[in-house]
């Protein structure tokens, strides 16, 4: 309720028209026939008034992996009873509307659960105009794919890329360098660039299939440095294995930098669940194997990940002279990357998560108990950028607060209930209420304010009842980060 609900809330209260159920079982129930998350939670609590679909082939799953029911046939009265269920995403199977329909017959199940749920189906398809028109309009047709939108895919990647290292300012890297070698499986692939779900469920085979549409890591370095500048030399693959007759390491010889990009093959869903969360050792190597051979030479090493979750580093991040996190910056991404190498961008973005030094620690969040430890090898929200700036005066217009409040639903306007102390959960070190994104020129000072309502502080108790505590809180400002700044006030 405190770290997963609140993006599908925001996500309800923008007025998203459908919503799908997920593959998941909580505390051994199978989502896809619990009244308490789609219905309870879903409709009444998170207020959500549109579409609900499944995931491929979930209801049967209720007979088939969960073994919740002893027949198709009791999954479908099941999941229409006790959930809020409008859609079976499996197009081609009859069982669910065949048992529907005995189910109503038999007096299982009431006709106006149907008839509730195809009237959503329905004022869904009249809101889109499938009425009306139910093809695409043919003159849209241009803008798939038309600058705009590469435009659009180019700045979204600036804006995202985070700079984790940049020891001795190494980055940007100078438009003088004479030579500059590119290696790494992520470096001339267009589809690594997609992740998974892009052109196909497990992403592209190969990029032809993106036709020309696309700029890889190296493209996008030729284009910033100049293609007599940047050498490309195949390493290892994806999984770390050496690409016959490569001379990468010889290749380095005299460069004045080495961009080594390391990532994962596209994936999505099961296929892409892993054992180990480090990177293939094979990768890691390359790091350990080119730092070894440019050790005592002005040669720098710069890292880029290409990745759409953390994978641990072992040792290498200690090795290498810069660390740019690129996630998956689309097929378009690999000039952005390249921006931010050369500084015609300048690093802006921050890590929307935490990232492990080991698997120990995969699954500490930043908003973390009190008590737990917490030394990722990146915490959230960092970000480095190539020029320094100061947050200085955190100050509050008041130093208190009434627990007055309206509950987190928008279902009414209430007084959520007040302790005197936070005894029944123990309160996170750090949880964020807030960010905002500013642009200084240089020299620039800006005054950026935040408004701190008392709903921000509630919680849920052991009873997902919402609570508001009586006393101090810490506010602080660029959390995790040598530059913090904290400041307390009171609530009564």
Known sequence: MEYFVPPFQAAADSGVATAMETYIDVNGQPVVGSHFYLTELLRHRIGFGGMLVTDWGELDRLYTEHRSVPTLKDA?????????????MVSESESFSN????LVQEGKLQRERLVESVAKVLQLKKDLGLFEQPMSDPKLLPYVGS??????????????????????GVLPLKKTHNKIVVTGPAADSIRVLSGGWSIKWQGADTDEWYQGRGETIVQGLEKEFGSDTVLYVPSVDFDGNSVQSSNYLDAIQDADAVVLCLGEKPYAEIVGNIDDIDLPLGQLNVVRHVTTRVHGTNTKVILVLVEGRPRALQNVASLVDAIVMAYLPGPWGGHPVAEVLSGAVNPSGRLPLTYPTGPSDMTTNYYRAGVDPYKPLFPFSAGLSYVTFEYKDLELNHDSMHTKTYDAYNTNTADDEAEDYRSDVMPEAFMLKGFEKIELGPGQSKEVQFKIESVALAYHDRNLKRKIEKGKFTLTVNAMRPETQSIKFEVV
């Open 76 to 88: 479908a009265l099941l999941s229409l009873r006790e959930t809020s269920v409008d859609m079976i």
């Open 99 to 102: 048992n529907a329909m005995l």
């Open 147 to 168: 600058q705009q939108d590469i435009d659009a895919a180019k700045s979204a990647a600036r804006e995202s890329i985070t700079l984790l290292k940049n020891d001795n």
